[in-house]
């Protein structure tokens, strides 16, 4: 099976299998990168060695590939339990927390057009576009797990009308998942899956702005091994990609009190207050950590975390300093108060998120993704050492994963941190 006609914008065809790092720069000359560093073993040339394969019992995404997505070109960066992305400005460390976001969305079922509200900015500045106007981008991961490695590539048009125009899905050798667009009349597109039975593919039209992958599980009745296979690589892909929660602390919205609410933390953790006070009165043994991570965080002493409800029906948190002080939530500075909301995610994890999570399939078989993008924003270098420490080691058992984007600088100190890897997009 293969997926065919793409617009010219996309380079007429999904990607084969394989290739390395290589975003185009601002002159679209390629360059070396996804130089992947860590922690772990040094070969005899000085090179990361390899520790050996990993088996993931939980699905996760172990590697994301932006063959032509804004100003990435040929980009493939490995994604460990702890990544860190680094590179200068305009190299398009922002640009792929937002396509790993996107593929997130996508997994969840999201529409293309909710994903994807300004899809011209996605497409490589220089792509041309065919006598139609065509043009388009394309993005992906593998995703790896009990299935083994799978992987998913995905071709968008932008215009002149937004739609996937091509999907493919792999694993095991075979390919899975094709689609393609047959009539650009319609708003479909035609899907063949892998069957292995008297009939060795099933095809069916399938909506053009909805993730193929993630419809599966819904069209496939899984009576054969082939559908079975089918069935275990596109649930894998969509339990990994559905478990990402996007962390973007804002200082300003966490000051004032807030409405109270269900206490599930939002991404701009601007209802942090709230999310306090749940885990003061519900969560004591995982509030305590968060205590505890905020003293070494935090200038002065910290000996408590709470929150009060106020007469407005507001709340309003405060931070324990010893001997009955407090201090309000407000008087923190930018950098503790972004310190404090990544290292609330991070030890309280999806029970208290606004986060999509797979309820069908055990919390033991999923692995919450973190993306921060900014993630050394407004901290010191204490703050950060400690921050990383802290992630390092919740990182270590497998339930959640963090992919954050930091400064060359930050990114030279986090490589001496165990478990770390940092991909390096050039300068």
């Known amino acids: 099976m293969t997926a065919t006609t793409s617009p010219p914008g996309l380079d007429a065809s999904l990607p084969a299998s394989g290739g390395t790092a290589r975003p185009s720069g601002p002159t679209g000359h390629s360059r070396p ?10 070969g005899p040339d000085g090179s990361a060695g390899s520790p050996g394969p990993v088996r ?20 493939v960066l490995p994604m460990g339990p ?42 490589p500045e220089r792509a041309g576009s065919d006598g139609q106007g065509r043009r ?22 932008a215009e002149p009308t937004l739609r996937i125009v091509g999907e493919r899905l792999t694993g095991g050798g075979e390919t899975l998942l094709a689609t393609a667009l047959r009539d650009p009349r319609r708003p479909t597109v035609q899907a063949a899956w892998h069957t292995a039975g008297l009939v060795p593919v099933t095809r069916a039209p399938l909506p053009d702005d909805r993730l193929a992958t993630a419809l599966l599980p819904l069209r496939v ?50 209802n942090l207050a709230e999310v306090l006070a749940r885990t003061h009165t519900r969560c004591g043994r995982r509030h305590a950590r968060v205590v505890t991570a905020a003293d070494a965080g935090c ?15 507001t709340v309003r948190a405060w931070v324990g300093r010893g001997a009955g002080h407090r201090t309000p939530l407000g008087r923190l500075g930018d950098g503790e108060l972004r310190y404090l909301a990544h290292a609330l995610v991070l030890l309280t994890g999806p029970q208290v998120l606004a986060v999509d999570a797979p309820a069908e399939v055990p919390p033991a078989m999923r692995a919450l993704t973190v993306l921060a993008d900014g993630l050394d924003r407004n901290l010191d270098g204490r703050q950060l050492r400690e921050l990383l420490a802290l992630a390092s080691s919740v990182c270590g058992d497998g339930h959640i994963r963090l992919v954050g984007t930091v400064t060359d600088l930050s990114a030279a100190g986090a490589r001496g941190t165990a478990g770390v890897s940092v991909v390096d997009l050039g300068p």
């Not at 990168?33 to 040094?42: E, I, K």
């Not at 408590?304 to 007469?311: I, N, R, T, Y």
Request: aromatic share 4%; charged share 15%; proline share 9%.
């Open 33 to 42: 990168t996804g130089r992947s560093r860590s922690a772990g073993p040094v």
């Open 56 to 75: 993931h019992v939980r699905p996760a995404v172990t590697e994301l590939r932006l063959a032509a997505f804004a100003s990435l070109r040929r980009a």
């Open 82 to 123: 702890m990544t860190l992305v680094t590179g200068g400005a305009g190299t398009g460390k922002t640009t792929a927390l937002r396509a790993y976001g996107a593929l997130a969305r996508l997994g969840a079922g999201a529409p293309l057009d909710e994903v994807f509200p300004d899809p011209v900015a996605c497409v």
């Open 136 to 157: 388009g981008f394309r993005l992906g991961c593998t995703v790896d797990g009990p299935a083994g490695p799978v992987r998913l590539e995905v071709a968008v048009q």
């Open 221 to 270: 009745a899984g009576t054969t091994p082939g559908q079975l296979q089918v069935l275990a690589a596109a649930e894998q892909v969509v339990v990994a990609l559905r478990s990402a929660f996007v962390c973007d602390p804002q200082p300003q919205l966490m000051r004032a009190p807030v409405p109270a609410g269900p206490g599930r933390l939002r991404s701009d953790c601007a």
């Open 299 to 313: 200038a002065g002493p910290v000996t408590g975390l709470g929150a009060e409800l106020l007469g407005s029906g």
